[in-house]
């Protein structure tokens, strides 16, 4: 990623926190839609699904804004910011210290792939447990519009959501779906540091390939494309978890999903979630590596 003898704890930390608040405000729309479709569902066994209100990218996309205006696809925007503040520049910024808690900070060479898929899931893992109240009303928000028409929201924003669910269920509620939301954004971190860092590096191999916008698009799309294959299932529970209090808890999450649902339930939204994460990883990555030369 960057090299941290040239940049501090403190300029990756800005540098990738500026990156991903850009692309959160870019890519939101795409997350909300996801979370809906991820969200439909859960008829008990017997019971009839329906038909689903919610279908593919462009459906989605358009039944919201028919249905809740335009601007509901921006919904949980702000607890996405605050949480790509903290959690976007943690996981970078905490990356290269970790790295080199492993290999040692006078190490010299290539570090292997082991060390950096375990360095970002140590700091992947860090930075969403600072950063799980963030994510939890985001979620909250995003979910908002699936209630049945006339029924009262209970937030009326960002700020309210954070004092209500404290309110109503404690402190220690901020943190609902923090097992599966440490896995989900330990293991996607892993998959997009390493897997941005090796696609660039074998892109560079190729004759004719510097490191410009191109190689950046491509390893950011790249990234966002393992992540989503690895993290999908864990995604699936974290949304579903914070989305609403049916389940105990993550295996009771599971267990309930894959027995009502199936396997491909955990893959809901898997188009979506390739969309957001890619067009994201690829806005991020641009941003970042523009700052990380030009700017800091």
Known sequence: MADPAVLSFGGIFICSAFAACFAELCTIPLDTAKVRI????????GESVGVSKYKGLFGTLATIAKEEGLIALWKGIIPGLHR???YGGLRIGLYEPVKAFFVGSNYVGDVSLFS???AALISGAIAISVA????????????????????PRRYTGALNAYYTIVKEEGVLSLWTGLGPNIARNAIINAAELASYDHVKQTILTIPGFTDNVVTHILAGLGAGFFAVCIGSPVDVIKSRMMGDSVYKGTIDCFI??????????????FFLNFCRLGSWNVIMFLIFEHMKKNII
């Open 38 to 45: 991820q969200l439909q569902k859960r008829a008990p066994s």
């Open 84 to 86: 790509q503040c903290l």
């Open 116 to 118: 950096k898929i375990l």
């Open 132 to 151: 799980n109240p963030t994510d939890l009303v985001k979620v909250r928000l995003q979910a908002e519009g699936k209630l049945p028409a006339g029924v």
């Open 256 to 269: 309930k999903t894959l027995k009502i649902e199936g396997f491909f339930a955990f893959y809901k939204g």
